[in-house]
């Protein structure tokens, strides 16, 4: 049995890196920082379509949550890439 839950967890450990590579490769916006608005069915960004806050924050706490899990730079990058988006460009009116 402990045997089966070691291969669960890196399995688990291999598909969280996976899908923090796609959001690295496919989501990060290097033409007008941040991150991607939208993502087509093919992977391409959709061009002009709007940011949310919504989306910046989800990918700065998972980000966040996954560098201090693994404490990978790269993780932490994309987390700080995201915090400095949220306090530059979005307000908060209240």
Same mark, same amino acid.
């Given at each position: 049995? +402990? ?5 669960? /967890?890196?399995?688990?450990? =291999?598909?969280?890196?996976? +899908?923090? @590579?796609?959001?690295?490769?496919? @989501?990060?916006? =290097? ?7 939208? +993502?087509? *069915? ?7 379509? *709007? /940011? ?6 989800? +990918? ?12 990978? /730079? ?9 915090? *400095? ?6 307000? =908060?009116?209240?």
């Amino acid at each position: 049995m +402990i045997v089966d839950l070691e291969i669960f /967890k890196e399995e688990l450990n =291999d598909e969280l890196h996976s +899908i923090l @590579a796609y959001w690295i490769t496919n @989501a990060v916006d =290097d033409e007008n920082g941040g991150f991607v608005g939208q +993502i087509d *069915e093919f992977n391409f960004p959709v061009r002009g379509a *709007e /940011k949310g806050s919504v989306l910046n924050s989800r +990918i700065l706490w998972t980000f966040s949550a996954a560098y201090a899990s693994t404490g990978n /730079k790269n993780y932490f990058n994309i987390a700080e890439r995201a915090f *400095e988006y949220i306090t530059t460009r979005f307000i =908060d009116i209240n």
